[in-house]
């Protein structure tokens, strides 16, 4: 069975190509370094509040956040398809907002501070 015109346009020619590319523009809009050449089909990439690891699915690509400072386990898986034609900058702008809610929760004023605030 054949993929429909709408659908076939979606999908890159060079899956493993596309996966690179796409990471590396995540990375380049969080001012981070490209990951190494020779990660093509798992790509880690740390900031000062996460880490993340892109793997490389058919089809697409899936990233896991995980705070660095949060609890075990605390972390977000994001899927992506290629044809849905995700957008690097949407993506590094949900990473940028994780990453804002592990910075607040990591400052949490100790229990005496909120106490004093609330008087």
Same mark, same amino acid.
């Given at each position: 069975?054949? /993929? #429909?015109? *709408?659908?076939?346009?979606?999908?890159?020619?060079?899956?493993?190509?596309?996966? =690179? %590319?796409?990471?590396?523009? =995540?990375?380049? /809009?969080? !001012?981070?370094p490209?990951? #190494?050449?020779? !990660?093509? $089909?798992? @790509?880690? $990439?740390?900031?000062?509040? =996460? *880490?993340?690891?892109?793997? $490389?699915?058919?089809?697409? %690509?899936?990233?896991?956040?995980?705070?660095?400072?949060?609890?075990?386990?605390?972390g977000?898986?994001? &899927?992506?398809? *290629?044809?849905?034609?995700?957008?690097?900058?949407?993506?590094?702008?949900?990473?940028?907002? $994780?990453?804002?809610?592990?910075? &607040? !929760?990591? &400052? @949490? #004023?100790?229990?005496?501070?909120? *106490?004093?605030?609330? &008087?």
């Amino acid at each position: 069975m054949s /993929l #429909p015109p *709408w659908l076939r346009s979606h999908i890159p020619i060079e899956p493993t190509r596309t996966f =690179v %590319a796409f990471t590396d523009a =995540v990375a380049r /809009l969080l !001012e981070l370094p490209p990951a #190494p050449p020779a !990660e093509v $089909y798992v @790509r880690r $990439y740390d900031t000062d509040h =996460v *880490w993340m690891v892109w793997r $490389y699915k058919d089809g697409g %690509a899936s990233l896991y956040i995980e705070r660095r400072y949060g609890e075990l386990r605390d972390g977000m898986w994001v &899927r992506l398809h *290629w044809h849905e034609s995700p957008n690097p900058e949407t993506v590094a702008a949900m990473i940028r907002a $994780y990453e804002r809610g592990a910075r &607040r !929760e990591h &400052r @949490r #004023p100790c229990r005496l501070v909120r *106490w004093w605030r609330g &008087r």
